[in-house]
């Protein structure tokens, strides 16, 4: 089983549309939970950065964590075709400090 | 401010050669990490390095891959008698302390021939 799963997709949407991306993963040591957003050939771009459980909010977009469930969610409201990218989630047990696990990423087009 | 730069962006190596990788964090930040991104795959962890210091190389091949970060300059990942495997993203992030918010440069798309 690996570290952390992500569903590649491509998952395609209509502009407006609220979308949902998750990650699950085996690591119950794991606290500190980021999704990052990377466009094609671009390096990734820090959207949200969370600690333990609970929700974060910032704009159109709200990260869950779920650490009973293993299971984090990004949530993008009001979804826009500039939100086509792919989203990386990335998770970190703080022990090694620089040693983050990524998923591998979940492909979004949104559509005009 | 000026975010993580890194070059070059693109590179070529034959089977054999070396590469040389570099990355300027940005400024005020002291911690460089590298990542590898092969097609299809996620970023992959390779060495954290704070300057003059490897803080943790777990993800680091033990052969032909060699990085630093010394007390001027870039930080520089080097691979030696590069092979087609090697063939990657290669990116770069650095932190401001050893916290986990990493700020990631554009990379450097590394094809061997």
């Known amino acids: 089983q690996k570290e952390v799963e992500q569903d590649p997709g491509p998952l395609s949407v209509p502009e407006g549309a609220i979308v949902s991306l998750n990650c699950t993963y085996s690591n119950s040591a794991f606290q500190y939970f980021m999704w990052y957003r990377q466009y094609s050939r671009k390096g990734p771009e820090l959207l949200m950065y969370?600690?333990?459980?609970g929700n974060k909010e910032d704009g159109r977009f709200t990260a869950q964590v779920d650490k009973s469930s293993k299971y984090i969610s990004l949530f993008i409201r009001d979804s826009q075709p500039s939100d086509s990218a792919t989203y990386l989630c990335?998770?970190?047990?703080?022990?090694?400090?620089?040693?983050?696990?990524f998923g591998k990423g979940t492909k979004l087009s949104v559509k005009p | 401010n000026a975010g993580v730069m890194q070059n070059p962006r693109h590179l070529v190596r034959r089977r054999g050669q070396e590469a040389r990788l570099r990355c300027s964090p940005m400024k005020g930040h002291s911690h460089v990490y590298w990542y590898r991104q092969l097609p299809e795959e996620g970023l992959k962890f390779m060495v954290y390095l704070q300057k003059e210091n490897i803080i943790d190389e777990s993800g680091m091949p033990k052969e032909r891959f060699s990085a630093e970060f010394p007390k001027e300059g870039p930080s520089i990942l080097r691979i030696q008698q590069v092979v087609r495997g090697d063939s990657a993203a290669y990116f770069c992030?650095?932190?401001?302390?050893?916290?986990?918010?990493?700020?990631f440069g554009p990379g450097t798309r590394l094809t061997v021939l």
């Open positions: 990335a998770m970190s047990d703080g022990g090694s400090q620089g040693n983050l696990i």
């Open positions: 992030a650095s932190s401001p302390d050893s916290g986990l918010e990493q700020f």
């Open positions: 969370t600690y333990s459980s």
